[in-house]
Every structure is written in structure tokens, then in C-alpha cells.
């Protein structure tokens, strides 16, 4: 079946951490080996933009918003292929907790195989997030 990206899904997951912390931890792209596999293990600062050169889809950039008071932390990745894939992510306070909300968008011509395949790791780097600012 073929999309024109105007499909969506929102994966979240609640988090024992004020939305402030999860925020100030997760919008840090420094942070961002540690628990968003997808973009690898390691980055470094290029200019404007965060690098990681050992990314699963290989190299890709990567541009942030800028730091808010609003827990946005959306962000483009541009693949090696030069397309450019849009992120929106939210850390919203949820009683004491916080929620994270990463939407994933289906890119135009993507399969559902390959869109749950997408689902299931933003659904593991969720997790291991969750993980991470629970523990310590």
C-alpha cells in the first residue's frame, strides 16, 4: 500500500520524573546515544547542526528545536539519501510524572512493514528513556 505520509501514530510513555527533568535530559542531543538507538552511538556538534555517523540508516543530521519552557523537542533528521524526516516530540507534566509524545509520521511510499518496524524501535527507545530517568 502506498502513503503519502499523512498517516500517524503517537507512542508515549509515562515517566516517574517532573516533566522539567525528562525535558532538560532528553532535549539534550548529547543524551541521545544513550537512549534513541536510532541514531546511533555516538554524535558530535557540526556547526548548527548534531551528526551521527553511525546510525543505523548510516550518516544523518540532525536539527533541533531551539530549548523551550513548552517541552518541545522536535526535530529533523536528514538521511544520507538527503530526505529530511520531521519529529515532533513533547514532554508534557502528567500529575507528578511527565509524558513523553514522539509522533511518528509515515513517509510517503513507506510500507506497513516498514512503519511498525519504526514503531517498534521509537517504542524501544521510549522504554529504555523511561529507564534511564527512572534510575537514579
Not at 10 to 33: F, K
Amino acid at each position: 500500500m502506498d502513503h503519502t505520509g499523512e498517516a500517524s501514530r503517537h507512542l508515549s510513555t509515562c515517566i516517574d520524573r517532573t516533566a522539567d527533568a525528562v525535558y532538560a535530559y532528553a532535549s539534550d542531543p548529547a543524551n541521545l546515544p544513550a537512549w534513541a538507538n536510532g541514531l546511533g552511538g555516538s554524535i558530535e556538534k557540526v556547526e548548527d547542526r548534531w551528526v551521527a555517523e553511525s546510525s543505523p540508516m548510516g550518516r544523518v543530521e540532525i536539527t533541533f528545536a531551539p530549548r523551550n519552557e513548552l517541552g518541545v523537542f522536535d526535530h529533523h533528521v536528514t538521511l544520507p539519501n538527503g530526505e529530511t524526516v520531521y519529529n515532533p516530540v513533547r514532554v508534557i507534566a502528567n500529575g507528578t510524572g511527565s509524558e513523553v509524545v514522539f509522533t511518528l509520521r509515515r513517509r510517503p511510499g513507506m510500507s506497513d512493514a516498514d512503519f511498525e518496524r519504526d514503531a517498534g524501535m521509537v517504542a524501544a527507545d521510549l522504554a529504555r528513556l523511561k529507564e534511564l530517568m527512572e534510575t537514579d
